[in-house]
C-alpha cells in the first residue's frame, strides 16, 4: 500500500522535475548563447585551434568509442553523461560512444581494456597498478579525483574521526576494496589485529543496524544515500588521514597510446569538457544520471547532486586550476608510488603513469584549462 | 571345489573393481577437463593474461617461482572450503535422512511441511544468505546451513523416494509379528533406502562445495570461495584458474569415492535386502 502511493509520488515528483529541467535547459540554452561569444574571447588561441581541430577530427572520424565505467551509472560519471549529450565526443570525431556501467559483479576495468571489450576504462592506481604487475600492457593517462574517495563512514552518535578510533570495532569491507583497506592499514601503520574486518556487500544497511561499527565507501555514495534517509553519518577520508592516491583514472591500452594518439586526446578534450560543465553546474549530470543514463537505478536528482558537489571537491584542487582538470604533477605521482608501496606494490612511476597526452592537450588548446 | 573358489574370489573381484573404478573415473574426468579447457581457449581466442592454460597452471603450482608460496596459498584456501563443505554435507545429509523417516511415517508432517520446503528452495539462495547471516552470524555456523541447505532438498526428495520403495511384503511380515512403525522404519525401510542414500550423497558433493564458496563469498571472507572473487580485482587470474582446476579435481575425487564405497556396500546391502530383484 505505501509503496504504491510512494511510486506515485516518485513518478509525480519525477514529471515535475522533467518539466524543471525543460525550463533549466532553456535558460541554460540563453546562458551559453550569450556566454558564447564571451568564451571564444577568453580562449584567444583556442579559436584557432579550435576552428581547424573538429574540421580535421572531423573528416578523420575516430569510429566508435567504448569507456567502460567503474561502477554502476550513477553521477560519477556526470562528465561523460555530458559530454555525450552535449554531442562533445561526436565534435571529436567520433560516431558513437558506448559507456558500458560497471557495478558489484561485473567484469574488472582492466580485464575488459585488457581484452579490448573497452578502448578507455576508469579505475584506480591500485587495480590498474596490479595488472601491469603481473604484465598487462597498461597505463594511466589522467586522474579525474586528485583525491582518494575512500572514507570510513560510521554513524554519528559513534563516530569514527581517526584511524585509531577503529581500534576494538568492526569494520565492513567490500571484497573489491580489499587492496585498499590492506594499504590504508600499512600506510598509517595500524594494527590490524585489534580491527575486525568483516565481509560486506554495498548495501549500507549492516551499519544503520549496528551489526558493524564502519563501513568503507566512497565519501560520494553511501553517505549520501543514507543522509537523505535521515540518517546522520559521519566520514573519515582515507585521504586526509595519511592515503595519497588518486582515483578515478582514466586507464589504456600501451598500444593505443602508441597507436592511437589522436583518438585518445580528443577522448580526453570532450571529457574535459563535459566536466568542466558538470563542475560549473552539479545538478547538470545528475540530473542526466537519475533520468537518462541512470533511469532505472532508483538514483534520485537530489542524492545525485549532493554526490555531484563532493565530486567536484575531490577533483578540483589548486593543482588542476593552474594544470588543468585530470593532471596529476610529479609530486603526486611520488606520493601515490609511495602509497602503492605500502599495499606491497612495488611498481615505478613510468610503469604506471604517462601523463604525456594530456599534457599536449593543455599545450594544443590552454584554454582547456 | 572349483564353484568354492569362485564363490570365494568373485566378491574379491567385485570389490577390487568397485574401489579401482571411481579412481580410473577420476583420471578419466580430469583428462576430459584438461581437453575441454585446452580447446575452449583454442576456439575462444581469449587473452593468455586472462584466459590461463593447464600448462600456465602447472607452472603456477609446481614448476614456477614461489611454486610453493603459491601451493600453500591454494591449499590453505581449499582446507578453509573443504571444512565449510564438509560440515555442510553432513549436517544437510543426516538432515535429509531424518526428515524423510519422518514424512514417510507421518504422511500429514509430509502434505504440511513439504509445500513449504519447496518454497524456501525456490528462494535463490544469493538472496536468502544475507538473511542467514543475520540469523547464524558469520562463522561456520552460516556456512553449514547454507552449504546444507543445497545439500538437503534434493537429498530429501530422493530419500523419501528410497524409504518408500521397500518391499510391502518385507514391511507386512514385520507388521505381523508385532513390529511397530519405528522398527519396520529401521529394519525394513532405512536398508533398502541405502542406494537412495549414496545417490543423494553423490549429488550432495558438487552442490556442498557451491554453498561453502557461496557462504564464504557473501558472509565469512574466508576460504577459496573468496579468495577467488578478490583475484579478479587484483588481476591474479593465475590463483583464479589454478583454485578453479583444484576445486574441481577435488570434487571429482570426493564424488568418486563416495561412488567407491557405494560399490561395496550395495555389494554387502543391496543382495541381502532384496533378494528378489
Known sequence: MTRSTNSDGRAFAAATDRRLFLRRGLQLGGAALLGGPLLAACGGSDSSSSASSPTASGSKSFGELTLRLSWIKNVEFAGSYIADSKGYYTDEGFSKVTLIGGGPSATPMETDVVTKKALVAISAPDITGAAVAKGAPLKIIGAQYQKNPFCIMSMAKAPIAKPEDMYGKKIGVQAGNESVWAAYIKATGLDASKITKVPVQFDPLPLTQGTVDGWFSFVTNEPNALRLKGFKVATMLLADTGYPLVSETYCVRQDTIDKQRDLLKAFLRAEIKGWKANIADPALGAKLAAETYGKGLGLTTEEQTLESKDESELMVSADTKKNGLFMVTQALIDENIKTLKYGGLDITAAKLFDLSILEEVYKENPSLI | ?277
Not at chain 2, 586472462?50 to 591449499?75: C, E, M, N, Q, W
Not at chain 2, 529401521?186 to 545417490?199: D, E, G, N, T, Y
Not at chain 2, 568418486?256 to 541381502?272: G, Y
Request: hydrophobic letters at 55%; aromatic letters at 10%; glycine letters at 8%.
Open chain 2, 1 to 277: 571345489m572349483s564353484t568354492a573358489t569362485q564363490t570365494r574370489t568373485a566378491p574379491a573381484l567385485r570389490f577390487a573393481a568397485g574401489v579401482l573404478r571411481p579412481l580410473l573415473n577420476v583420471i578419466v574426468t580430469m583428462t576430459a577437463v584438461i581437453v575441454l579447457w585446452i580447446a575452449f581457449l583454442q576456439v575462444y581466442d581469449l587473452d593468455p593474461l586472462v584466459a590461463k592454460s593447464p600448462v600456465d597452471i602447472f607452472h603456477y603450482l609446481f614448476t614456477g617461482a614461489d611454486a610453493g608460496a603459491h601451493r600453500s596459498l591454494v591449499s590453505s584456501g581449499l582446507g578453509r572450503t573443504l571444512l565449510d563443505a564438509g560440515f555442510g554435507f553432513v549436517a544437510g545429509l543426516a538432515a535429509a535422512v531424518g526428515v524423510a523417516v519422518v514424512f514417510v511415517l507421518l504422511r500429514s508432517v509430509e502434505q504440511a511441511l513439504l509445500p513449504m520446503a519447496v518454497v524456501v528452495r525456490s528462494v535463490p539462495l544469493v538472496a536468502m544468505t544475507p538473511l542467514i547471516t543475520l540469523i547464524f552470524g558469520r562463522g561456520l555456523m552460516a556456512t553449514t546451513v547454507i552449504s546444507g541447505l543445497i545439500v538437503f532438498f534434493p537429498a530429501l526428495v530422493t530419500m523419501t523416494f528410497g524409504l518408500r520403495s521397500a518391499s510391502r511384503q518385507a514391511a507386512d511380515l514385520c507388521r505381523a509379528y508385532g513390529a511397530g512403525d519405528w522398527t519396520i522404519a529401521r529394519k525394513v525401510m532405512l536398508p533398502s533406502a541405502v542406494p537412495a542414500f549414496f545417490a543423494s550423497a553423490r549429488i550432495g558433493v558438487p552442490g556442498a562445495l557451491i554453498g561453502a564458496m557461496l557462504a564464504e563469498w557473501l558472509s565469512t571472507g574466508q576460504g577459496l570461495g573468496y579468495a577467488m572473487l578478490k583475484d579478479s580485482s587484483t588481476f591474479d587470474y593465475d590463483h583464479l584458474w589454478a583454485s578453479v582446476a583444484v576445486l574441481t579435481a577435488v570434487s571429482a575425487l570426493a564424488y568418486n569415492i563416495i561412488a567407491a564405497i557405494e560399490t561395496v556396500a550395495l555389494a554387502r546391502f543391496a543382495p541381502n535386502i532384496r533378494p528378489g530383484t
